[in-house]
């Protein structure tokens, strides 16, 4: 299974936290880049945070500082810590992987930010 699988999407209220996981099967998990991005309705698809095998990190401007992308290469799984979540960051969040010019996307997880 070359997709990405996400879970751990859900309601919250605003302030508070989530952390999304994103399952790659295969091996050498180690080498991909793996990445976070959000699409909210009516808007354009968006980076949201990645990290490429060396562990270098990039976050997109919105979320630096509140979120936290981390990876597990023995477990294939690569986690985004969400805090202090507000309502603009209720979206579908995706999963992302490359290598080269293979590319993958996941399904998607729902996040919704409301009181």
């Known amino acids: 299974q070359v997709q990405p699988v996400e879970s751990g999407g859900g309601l919250v209220q605003p302030g508070g936290s989530l952390r999304l996981s994103c399952l790659a099967s295969?091996?050498?998990?180690?080498?991909?880049?793996m990445g976070w991005y959000r699409q909210a309705a009516g808007k354009q698809r968006e980076l949201v945070a990645s990290?490429?095998?060396?562990?270098?990190?990039n976050y997109g401007d919105s979320v630096n500082g509140r979120f936290h992308i981390s990876r597990d290469n023995d477990k294939n799984i690569v986690y985004l810590e969400m805090n202090n979540l507000k309502p603009e960051d209720t979206a579908t969040y995706y999963c992302?992987?490359?290598?080269?010019?293979?590319?993958?996307w996941g399904q998607g997880t729902q996040v919704t930010v409301s009181s």
């Open positions: 992302n992987r490359r290598i080269g010019s293979r590319e993958y």
């Open positions: 295969g091996s050498i998990f180690s080498r991909w880049e």
């Open positions: 990290i490429v095998s060396n562990g270098e990190i």
